[in-house]
C-alpha cells in the first residue's frame, strides 16, 4: 500500500536536498550547469573549461547519490512498512511519485520562479548579463522540461523499484 505522507515528505526532503546541491554549485559557479540553460544562451559563452567538467563530474557524484539513495531507503521504509514485501508497482509508484516532487520543484521553483522570473545574479551566466532572460526562459521552455523531467524520473524509478523487489 502506497503511503501518501512518506511520499510527499521524501519528496519534500529529496527537493531540500538537491536544491542545496544546485543553489550551492550555482553559487560557485553557474557555468556547471552550462548544459541546462537554453542554447541561445549557451551560443553566448565558451564551452565548459576542463577544470569546470572536472567540477561537473564531482558535482554529480552526490546529486546522484541523493537522486538514487533518498527514494531507495523510502522505498525500504516502505517495504518495512508493508510487513517486508512490496508489490513492483506499489514501489515502482513510490519511488516515481517522489522523484517527480523534486521533478516539480525544479521546473517550478529553481528553473522559472528563481532562474526566469527572479533571475539573482549569481545564476546568471557570465558574458550573459546585459540578455534578456525571460525571451529564454520561457514559462513554455520550463513545461516542456518538466514533462521530459516525467520521462526521466519514470526511467530512473524502474531500477530503484527493481531493486526495492529483492
Partial sequence: MLSLERILIDGLLL???LGIVIFGS???NPRLWLQDYPVELRR???PNTKQEKRLQAAMMVPFLLLMFGIPFVSGLQLKAMNGGTLPFLTAYL???LITNIFNLFDAA????LVLTVMKPKFMVLPGTESLNYAEYMTLTLQVKNYFKGIVFCAILSLPIAAVLML
Fill in 44 to 46: 553566448q559563452v565558451p
Fill in 26 to 28: 550555482l553559487i560557485y
Fill in 15 to 17: 527537493s531540500l536536498a
Fill in 109 to 112: 521553483v529553481i528553473d522559472y
Fill in 94 to 96: 513510490h519511488v516515481f
